[in-house]
């Protein structure tokens, strides 16, 4: 096998019930490229016949299939990121297994990459998840474009080609905890987006439930920038100079007009106001200590229990 020119990433975790209509739909359509590629499966610690089924199917096309087999469920991420340590194409596509991005469009990517730009994001065309995630998706994808300053329109699309650079840039960095598009994006010279079909989920359940997604969005924001913790010095300025003023009030009052027992309550009130702020900020520096504690701790990644791949002489 020389160096492929495309290399598609593709992260598996207990996908027994898509992977079969997976190959059926991505061999024929890369195949129908005529350039030379590379598929590269990361079995992500799957509990049932997934890493059976990737071993077939890279007995079946040993020329082009490699299959990373992990030691455990590290996740998505990681995954990917262990695929990319293992590319060799110009261009690297990840997608996921589970069919909700038609492989079909890959070369609606491509076509941007022969464009010259070196970083090609997606937007589903229309979704098909449930109207809570919709909504919150929508109003995160806001938020985090303010907070961390990288555009990307539809960050829940994991379908996205980056360059040979990007890769080896994402390669060099350490991070534990991390979210793909947005690293490769910060490390992007000229990105742009397209538009891609969108479907229901082939078959099996969606890995993510509401807790990991609102993890993901912590991670987001607290690995991309340290807006949230300048915010809160801010917010902390702003509140300590409201209550001088109102110590001052108070003094004020106190002399002139005598001491006060109806406001206890309104006092009150403005306590567990400021409580529910300091706690929240707490939560934040808890938020970037832990992040501090993982990449000082640096532990491995990821653990690789094998690699089936063609020998390359
Ligand atoms: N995945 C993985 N490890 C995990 C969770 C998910 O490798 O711990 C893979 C999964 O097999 C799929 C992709 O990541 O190929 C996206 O997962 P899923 O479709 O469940 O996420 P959603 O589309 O619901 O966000
Ligand atoms: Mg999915």
Redesign the pocket.
């Given at each position: 096998m020389s160096a492929p020119k495309l290399t598609v990433v593709?992260?598996?975790?207990?996908?027994e019930a898509t992977l079969a209509a997976l190959f059926a739909r991505l061999y024929p359509a890369l195949d129908a490229l005529h350039t030379a590629y590379e598929i590269i499966f990361?079995n992500?610690g799957s509990r049932d016949k997934s890493a059976a089924i990737l071993s077939q199917q890279f007995h079946v096309r040993s020329d082009v299939t490699r299959v990373i087999l992990f030691n455990g469920?590290?996740?998505?991420h990681r995954?990917i990121l262990a695929g990319f340590a293992h590319a060799r194409g110009e261009c690297i596509v990840t997608l996921?297994?589970?069919l909700?991005n038609p492989p079909e469009d890959i070369p609606l990517l491509l076509a941007e990459f022969d464009k010259g730009y070196d970083y090609v994001g997606s937007i589903r065309r229309k979704r098909h998840d449930s109207w809570w995630r919709h909504v919150a998706s929508r109003a995160m994808n806001r938020l985090r474009e303010r907070i961390t300053r990288i555009h990307m329109t539809d960050q829940?699309c994991?379908m996205r080609a980056y360059s040979r650079r990007i890769v080896d840039t994402i390669n060099q960095c350490n991070e534990m905890n991390t979210f793909i598009p947005a690293l490769a994006y910060s490390f992007a010279q000229n990105p742009t987006e397209v538009v891609i079909g969108h479907e229901e989920?082939h078959a099996?359940?969606?890995?993510?439930s509401l807790y990991s997604l609102i993890r993901l969005n912590f991670d987001l924001m607290t690995g991309f920038s340290v807006v949230p913790l300048q915010l809160f010095s801010m917010l902390g300025m702003l509140l300590s100079l409201g209550s001088a003023v109102l110590v001052v009030y108070l003094v004020v009052r106190r002399l002139f007009i005598g001491p006060e027992a109806e406001g206890v309550f309104t006092l009150f009130a403005i306590t567990f106001f400021l409580l529910g702020i300091a706690l929240f900020g707490i939560g934040i520096l808890g938020e970037y200590i832990g992040r501090i504690y993982n990449e000082v701790r640096d532990r491995p990644r990821y653990l690789i229990a094998g690699i089936l791949e063609h020998k390359s002489e």
């Open positions: 593709i992260p598996v975790y207990n996908e990361i992500d469920n590290f996740g998505q995954a996921d297994a589970d909700q829940g994991m989920r099996g359940e969606s890995k993510y």
